[in-house]
């Protein structure tokens, strides 16, 4: 059965209208505009696919298609798509006639990083890692896709600085990501990790949910869909604690009761945790809300690990707040 699901821009994430037929100087053609800036034509046969990419660029640039150079100053995206049911179409061994074609001038964000020639190896980028050297990972990551699949591979094991770096880092590259309107690739990385926290793929993703948070963290508005899905991803006891830490971190930015419900009942069965990071995290969390669950003074003296100036350390419940 083809998996399908609502169309949103290729360049900035949000949801798009259907395409529309309309009457233009160039004859009745069917697009439509996201807020973006991008504009998006349909073809919807999968005969005339060329012909839909010529209006595309017509109607994005009516001083001339010459004018246009893809991969230059345009930037053309495009993706299988079932206009009669208005959602984007993924077939298994199978063709799919009907597509989408996104344009879009170039921000200059990607022009620079294309200039720069940022492209790097994944020796290199540990490297940059390592040094924390954040702002020249931002540059890399817009003209190397391989970073996320490189930062998820360094962030599993919790007692290596590494992997504090690599989630921390995640939050640099999505910045740069959200501010070059380039969000499809943070939707595509933010699937990945979900379905690593699933039966299907072994459940693998230890800290899945802390990478997700700050992919969220960089533009909770462009992925306040999302924020309820990554709080239910606590029904897994093995994910409690990667969620309660990213939970924490986004209520640095937003409201969490706005977003989801967050059981007072829930929260005292968490107190009561077998795993002493899950009890401080919770009590941290309780804070965050302003819950009146109450919290004992020997969770609050309960050790929690938090990452510091390239360390792992561990500190009282009563004073981790800042560093998460």
């Not at 900035?12 to 800036?37: A, L, N, S, V, W």
């Not at 991008?38 to 919807?44: I, R, S, T, W």
């Not at 931002?138 to 699949?149: A, I, P, Q, R, T």
């Not at 690599?166 to 943070?186: N, R, S």
Request: proline letters at 3%.
């Amino acid at each position: 059965m083809a998996k399908r699901e609502l169309p949103t821009c290729l360049f900035c994430g949000r949801i798009i209208d259907p395409p529309e037929e309309k009457q233009t100087d160039y004859g009745e053609i069917c697009f439509g505009k996201c807020t973006c800036g991008a504009l998006y034509v349909c073809e919807p046969t999968g005969h005339n696919q060329g012909e839909a990419l010529v209006d595309a660029m017509m109607l994005t640039a009516p001083e001339g298609i010459d004018n246009i150079e893809l991969g230059v100053n345009y930037e053309l995206r495009d993706k299988a798509y079932d206009f009669r049911t208005h959602q984007y179409v993924y077939l298994k061994n199978q063709i799919f006639s009907g597509r989408l074609f996104f344009i879009k001038p170039m921000t200059e964000s990607v022009k620079r990083a294309l200039r720069e020639n940022t492209k790097i190896s994944k020796k290199d980028f540990l490297c940059l890692l390592e040094e924390e050297s954040f702002e020249q990972i931002e540059k890399v990551s817009l003209n190397n896709l391989n970073v996320f699949g490189w930062l998820i591979s360094l962030s599993y094991d919790k007692e290596n600085p590494i992997s504090w770096k690599a989630i921390q880092a995640m939050g640099h590259v999505a910045k740069a990501y959200v501010e070059a309107e380039e969000i499809e690739p943070l939707r595509n990385t933010i699937r990945k990790l979900l379905w690593s926290m699933t039966d299907e793929s072994g459940g693998v993703g230890w800290r899945a949910a802390e990478l997700i948070g700050e992919i969220i963290y960089a533009s909770p508005a462009l992925f306040k869909d999302i924020i309820p899905i990554l709080w239910s991803q606590r029904e897994e006891d093995s994910f409690v604690e990667s969620v309660l830490r990213s939970i924490i971190k986004l209520s640095n930015k937003i409201n969490l009761l706005d977003y989801i419900k967050i059981d007072e009942t829930e929260l005292k069965n968490l107190l009561n945790h077998k795993n002493d990071e899950i009890k401080a995290l919770t009590a941290i969390l309780i804070s965050k809300i302003n819950s009146k669950v109450p919290v004992s003074e020997n969770i609050k003296d309960t050790l929690l690990s938090v990452y510091s100036r390239g360390n792992v350390i561990k500190i009282r419940t009563s004073k981790a707040e800042k560093y998460l």
